[in-house]
């Protein structure tokens, strides 16, 4: 069988997806392709759907902006997906079309692969900063995932109230301002970055002062472009174990490959090759 997979958004850019999958295909001994493919605002994403079913895609991801819109396209959505209103991972099965979102387990997939410890303990205390887009598939990711205390800074406070909605029973939910979290930093064991403060062209700057940080604490910022963020330098110098932005994308493309192949590919060894390629780009 030949895995055709894709991936639809715009603009689209140097996207890594390619390369991801392209080695998973390797790895997995299957042969396919994973092609990108743009799809303007003033194309119709119906007939580019209409053509994946007809040329035998059997699987894409959906990137910016179309995570949303395709939503009525599709023939089904599972839990997750439907509970955050996004999908970003299609399988086509039999002409019909099933949406997942991989980006909230991909997330902590990453983060308890490089440090085990937080698996197995789900009273460790969570600082989720930001509220948009994906810090809410995190927070339900961790939430589902038995995590009992994950608290959340935003600038603006009803985002990060919405998201609290999404919880689990179990999950407990503290809502704190950006300058709150600083003062709170000590509170936690592990800090998860998500907004675009940080991220090229705004390198300089970290979403909240870190110096009152935990010694030994998670530090783990979403953003790998640049791959060393402030926010991840400022927490390094104040003794934090860092965790870098590249490995969400790697663990939600595992994630997806899973959805299309039925098969688990292994992805450490990717994940180093992808800290080179990015921190030879910056
Ligand atoms: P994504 O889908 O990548 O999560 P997003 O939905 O646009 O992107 O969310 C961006 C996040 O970065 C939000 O939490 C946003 O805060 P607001 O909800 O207050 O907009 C945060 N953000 C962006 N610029 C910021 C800034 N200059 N200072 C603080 N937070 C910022």
Redesign the pocket.
Known sequence: MQYKLGLIGYPLGHSLSPWIHEAFLRDAELSGSYEKYEIAPEDSLELMIKHFIETGIKGFNITVPYKETIIPYLDDVEGKASKMGAVNTVLIHDGKLKGYNTDGEGYVRSLVTAFPEVESDKDKRILLL??????RGIYCALSEAGYRFIDIA???IQ?AENIKQLANEGTTTNLLT?AEAGYKASDYDVLIQ????GMEPNED?S?INLDRLKLGAIASDIVYKPLDTKFLNDAKVLGARIHHGHTMLLYQAQLAFEIWTGKRVPADELALQMKKILEGAS
């Open positions: 930001g509220a948009g887009g994906a810090a935003n600038r603006t985002t950006l998500t907004t675009s403060v700057a979403v």
